[in-house]
Every structure is written in structure tokens, then in C-alpha cells.
Nanobody, 115 residues
Framework: QVQLRESGGGLVQAGGSLTLSCAASGSISSLNTMAWYRQAPGKQRELVARITSGGSTFYADSVKGRFTISRDNAKNTVYLQMNSLKFEDTAVYYC?????????WGQGTQVTVSS
């Protein structure tokens, strides 16, 4: 079993920055890809960014150039640096970890961007 603990959400003005963290604990000897998703009210959950154990990254078009995903394998932690935040970035952000053959989700952290 794997537990994911997210932190760093909050209220920020448009144009501001936030950094989300997600720490994994438990049976994580083969922690693989980690990712951030988000879900805005009335919308489906969508992939924001992901990073493999080797450091390869992928970003949704809507956040390219503004968000940066990184990970500290020694700490089993993934980060999401969010800059130039927009109102439309408002959502609950979820961390996901893949420990083959299963995947695990965090409980989510709210990010609210005021316009």
C-alpha cells in the first residue's frame, strides 16, 4: 500500500506562484511515474504534468512554460512549481503515483486563483 500526502495549495492572485508537494510513503520500493492531475468544478479530471523515475517529463499544453514538475527520488516526493497562475488554473490538484501494477491517488489540494 502507498500513501500520498499533498501540500502547498491555497489562494493566490492571478500572476502569482505556488508550489505543490506530494510525498509518498509505504510500499514504494518500485515507485515509477508520478503525476499531477486537476479537476475544476463541473469538469473532468485532467492530466497536468507527469514525470518518470528517470526524469522525463510531459506537460499539458495549457500549462507548458508556466508549470514545472520535478521529483526528489531520495525523498519520494514530487513537486509542481506553478508560475503565472491564471484564474482557469483554479481546481483541486491530485497527485498520482504508479507502483506497478497499481496506481495510487492523493486526497487532493485546493488551488484557487483570484482574478
Amino acid at each position: 500500500q502507498v500513501q500520498l500526502r499533498e501540500s502547498g495549495g491555497g489562494l493566490v492572485q492571478a500572476g502569482g506562484s505556488l508550489t505543490l508537494s506530494c510525498a509518498a510513503s509505504g510500499s514504494i520500493s518500485s515507485l515509477n511515474t508520478m503525476a499531477w492531475y486537476r479537476q475544476a468544478p463541473g469538469k473532468q479530471r485532467e492530466l497536468v504534468a507527469r514525470i518518470t523515475s528517470g526524469g522525463s517529463t510531459f506537460y499539458a499544453d495549457s500549462v507548458k512554460g508556466r508549470f514545472t514538475i520535478s521529483r526528489d527520488n531520495a525523498k519520494n516526493t514530487v513537486y509542481l512549481q506553478m508560475n503565472s497562475l491564471k484564474f482557469e488554473d483554479t481546481a483541486v490538484y491530485y497527485c498520482k503515483a504508479i507502483v506497478p501494477p497499481r496506481q495510487y491517488w492523493g486526497q487532493g489540494t485546493q488551488v484557487t486563483v483570484s482574478s
